[in-house]
């Protein structure tokens, strides 16, 4: 399994008791966690194909994108959860 490692706004991950995620240092607004996470070979070389083919987006902006867009059709209806997807789509983020 490949590792990634990214950082994700504070409004989408908030770090864990059981230290799954570390709090990392503000940047502008915002608090940034950062986390590594295994990923199963073949999603992580569709990430790859996608980012390649796709040169304005980065491993950050699909994940960030793929988390919130995940966790709004799981019903989590959050403001800074919408305005991060929509963001994320549309080369905001």
Do not use: K
């Not at 070979?41 to 987006?57: D, K, S, T, V, Y």
């Amino acid at each position: 399994m490949a590792t990634l490692s990214t950082t994700c706004s504070e409004a989408l991950l908030a770090p864990t008791s059981a230290g799954g995620a570390a709090l990392g240092a503000a940047v502008g607004a915002e608090a940034v966690v950062s986390f590594q996470t295994p990923l199963p070979a073949p999603l992580f070389q569709a990430m790859g194909n996608f980012i390649e083919g796709h040169p304005q987006w980065d491993q950050y902006r699909l994940l960030q994108a793929a988390l919130a867009g995940f966790l709004l059709q799981q019903g989590v209806h959050e403001r800074a959860l919408t305005r991060r997807y929509i963001g994320s789509m549309f080369g905001r983020a």
